[in-house]
C-alpha cells in the first residue's frame, strides 16, 4: 500500500502560479503510475494530469496543456504539479492518485476508478 500527502495548495491572484506536492511512503514509489485529479464544489473529479512510473511520459486534460506541469523524483517519493498561468476556473481541491503496477509497466488513465489509492486533497482557490 502507499499513503499519499498532497500540500502546497494556497489562494493565488488569477496568472499566478503554484507548486503542489504529493508525498508518497510506503511500497517503493516507481511501482505506482501517478495522477493529479480536482474537483470543484458542486462538480465531480475530473483528470487533471498522470505520469508513468518513470516520469518519461505523461498525459494532460486540453483545460491544462500548456499551464500545468507533471513531474515525479522517484528517490524522494514525491510527485509534483507545478500550475502557472492560473485561472479562477482552475479553483478546487486537488487530489494525487496511485495505481499499483507491475514493474515498468507503461500505463496510466484518466479515469478515477483506475486509480488504488488517493490522496485527502489540498485546496486551491484562484481569485479574479
Known amino acids: 500500500q502507499v499513503q499519499l500527502v498532497e500540500s502546497g495548495g494556497g489562494l493565488v491572484q488569477a496568472g499566478g502560479s503554484l507548486r503542489l506536492s504529493c508525498a508518497a511512503s510506503?511500497?517503493?514509489?516507481?511501482?505506482?503510475?501517478m495522477g493529479w485529479f480536482r474537483q470543484a464544489p458542486g462538480k465531480e473529479r475530473e483528470f487533471v494530469t498522470s505520469?508513468?512510473?518513470?516520469?518519461?511520459?505523461?498525459d494532460y486534460a486540453d483545460s491544462v496543456k500548456g499551464r500545468f506541469t507533471i513531474s515525479r523524483d522517484n528517490a524522494k517519493n514525491t510527485l509534483y504539479l507545478q500550475m502557472n498561468s492560473l485561472k479562477p476556473e482552475d479553483t478546487a481541491v486537488y487530489y494525487c492518485?496511485?495505481?499499483?503496477?507491475?514493474?515498468?509497466?507503461?500505463?496510466?488513465?484518466?479515469?478515477?476508478?483506475?486509480?488504488?489509492?488517493w490522496g485527502q486533497g489540498t485546496q486551491v482557490t484562484v481569485s479574479s
Open positions: 492518485a496511485a495505481r499499483s503496477i507491475g514493474s515498468r509497466e507503461i500505463a496510466t488513465a484518466t479515469s478515477t476508478r483506475w486509480y488504488n489509492y
Open positions: 505520469i508513468i512510473w518513470s516520469g518519461g511520459s505523461t
Open positions: 510506503g511500497r517503493t514509489f516507481s511501482m505506482y503510475a
